[in-house]
């Protein structure tokens, strides 16, 4: 099964680069100055921050559809960035290196399924997940803190 995991578009996030730390506050965000690699996993271009990057924490409505399962969360994503990334039949080694949970969604945005797995198993996971013909799009998060890491979609 062919895959496409995708980072999301920076657009959403560039009215907020450059503002104050009390601007960011009055928008509920964080400016963190990223000390370690792992520990930073950027949504836009799908990959670990750099020592001395600066990361924003926002919270961001990853399931907005008007169900039950719509969901926000906190997430980082790199000030400045300003192009998303996306990967065909490939794991992004932000995602190789962490548990995930999937979540198998279908065109009506309802849960259909849903897996636990090692990084380095998510390929697998992804194709059993898509191989059900009505699993429209997957959400991947970050299992630990339980965060949106990114969309999968067929491709």
């Known amino acids: 099964m062919s895959f496409r995991i995708s980072g999301l578009s920076a657009d959403q996030f560039s009215h907020l680069y450059g503002l104050s730390d009390q601007e960011l506050l009055a928008r509920s965000a964080r400016r963190y100055r990223v000390d370690q690699s792992p520990g930073f996993p950027d949504r ?29 969360h906190a997430i980082f994503v790199r000030e400045g960035a300003e192009a998303a990334r996306s990967f065909v039949d490939e794991i992004p080694e932000v995602m190789l290196q962490r548990t995930l949970s999937l979540r198998a969604f279908g065109a009506d945005h309802m849960l259909l399924e849903a897996a636990l797995v090692e990084g380095r198993e998510v390929k697998d996971a992804i194709d059993h997940l898509l191989g059900n013909p009505a699993v429209a799009y997957i959400h991947a998060h970050y299992a630990k803190p339980g965060c949106y890491a990114a969309r999968v979609d067929r491709v």
């Open 44 to 72: 836009i271009e799908l990959r670990d921050l750099e020592p001395g990057e600066s990361a924003l924490l926002i919270n961001y409505i990853h399931q907005p559809a008007d169900t039950p399962y719509r969901a926000s």
